[in-house]
């Protein structure tokens, strides 16, 4: 071993060797430390949001995603920090462009020089509209499968009974209904008020993206008892006394309203009223109690005033009667119910719909001769309204009659209030 140690080739030997050692040790180590410093890193920073500058007092824009994705690519730290601090802004800025479609690119803001950033997408297309607003009356809507049988919605009351809406143009004359939806549980029997959401659809029922104001209305249901107002007819009972004659008897009460199930009122198209004319020996006028029909809940009067035109023979100054004179019939009139009204003279580019009466329904009374009256059916008249000057809005408008002149025409509501809209 001393020989060795001595010897200076060996020496030489265990030099170059602890010599090649160190060289590979130090390039190892340099090598790792450059490929860590140029190591890069490839990620997603999802659903950033996206904004939009634009004028906003003026236009609409629709068109651009609310968020979008941003791919990044440089060394990791910088990748790391970059999808942490989200400090960084992703936008399109569109106030210089004019109304109309354009393509624009998405533009990014504050991320280091050292990361490669693409956006996902890296276009948009854009629409860039006016900004109007127009004035709208609201419409209800209920489901009246949830009344309680034997009850109907006998009105509804909104306030405010229009609303402003604002939005895109295109989107304005889109609006086919504005709708105040009323909620409720099944087996409702009496009258209520509800805060409702406006909602603004197209004619195809899709929601549209607008801004109302304001956007709930109070609504009032009033709901009562099923009803149907029929004619009165008062039928003679009995004999007169003797030196009586009962030239006739009227009544200003000319209709009244039954309750009651629907099933029972569609099948009265009049109310008798049985006078006993017995009991009458002067003209006046007397009040007689109404009897209820059978299967009918209640009248919208307990009596009536019924006068009575008499003659009585001992009286020196009565003027002398035709004894071949006919009696008097006091039935001299016909009703028509759900009669439907005929809008007439609209231009071809507007439609319209009924606010009152509901459906444009209405009930119908002839009055006149029995002869005449014969010869009425429903299809030898028309009931309408004229609307050639009614323009976009609500339109207050006289209900008429089209039928013959020999008979006095009566509607149960005078007037019809029509929403206009454009087609």
């Not at 354009?102 to 803001?109: D, F, K, M, Q, S």
């Not at 504005?178 to 004619?203: H, M, P, R, Y």
């Not at 007397?286 to 299967?295: H, I, N, R, S, Y």
Request: glycine share 4%; no cysteine.
């Amino acid at each position: 071993m001393d020989k060795m140690m001595n010897n200076p080739w060996f020496l030489r030997i265990i030099a170059l060797v602890l010599a090649i050692a160190l060289f590979i040790s130090v390039k190892s180590e340099l090598e790792s430390d450059n490929t860590n410093a140029s190591s890069k890193d490839v990620d997603v920073i999802r659903d950033i949001p996206l904004e939009v500058y634009y004028d906003d007092d003026n236009l609409v824009v629709t068109g651009p995603p609310k968020t979008v994705n941003v791919n990044v690519e440089g060394p990791r730290q910088l990748v790391l920090s970059a999808k942490l601090m989200k400090d960084f802004k992703v936008f399109v800025d569109l106030r210089e462009l004019a109304i109309g479609t354009h393509r624009v690119p998405i533009a990014t803001e504050n991320f280091p020089e050292n990361l490669n950033v693409r956006t996902d997408p890296v276009y948009v297309d854009v629409v860039i509209e006016e900004r109007i607003s127009r004035e709208f009356s609201v419409e209800t809507d209920m489901n009246e499968s949830l009344l309680a049988e034997n009850y109907v919605v006998k009105s509804y009351e909104v306030k405010p009974q229009k609303v402003m809406i604002t939005g895109a143009k295109s989107v304005i004359n889109s609006i086919g209904y504005v709708k105040a939806t009323i909620a409720g549980d099944q087996g409702i029997n009496k009258s209520f008020e509800q805060e409702t959401t406006v909602k603004v659809l197209d004619l195809d029922l899709n929601k549209l993206d607008v801004v109302v104001e304001p956007n709930s209305v109070q609504v009032s249901v009033k709901i009562e008892e099923y009803s149907k107002e029929v004619p009165i007819a008062l039928v003679k009972q009995g004999k007169p006394k003797e030196g009586v004659t009962i030239n006739g008897l009227t009544t200003k009460t000319e209709k009244i309203r039954l309750y009651g199930p629907k099933s029972v009122l569609d099948k009265i198209d009049q109310l008798n009223v049985d006078v006993d004319i017995s009991k009458i020996e002067k003209s006046g006028s007397f009040d007689m109690k109404l009897a209820v029909p059978e299967g009918v809940t209640k009248l919208s009067k307990e009596a009536i005033e019924i006068t009575g035109d008499v003659t009585i023979a001992s009286d020196p100054d009565a003027e002398e009667t035709d004894e071949q004179e006919e009696p008097v019939s006091t039935i001299t009139e016909k009703s028509f119910d759900q009669v439907a009204i005929t809008v007439r003279g609209l231009p071809d580019n507007l439609v319209s719909n009924f606010e009152k009466p509901a459906d444009g329904i209405v009930s119908v009374v002839a009055k006149g001769t029995a002869e005449a009256l014969d010869k009425v059916q429903l299809n030898n008249f028309s009931v309408y309204v004229e609307a050639t000057n009614s323009v976009v809005g609500e339109s207050v408008l006289s209900i008429q009659v089209e039928g013959s002149s020999d008979i006095k025409w009566e509607t149960s509501e005078q007037e019809a209030v029509l929403t206009v809209k454009e087609a």
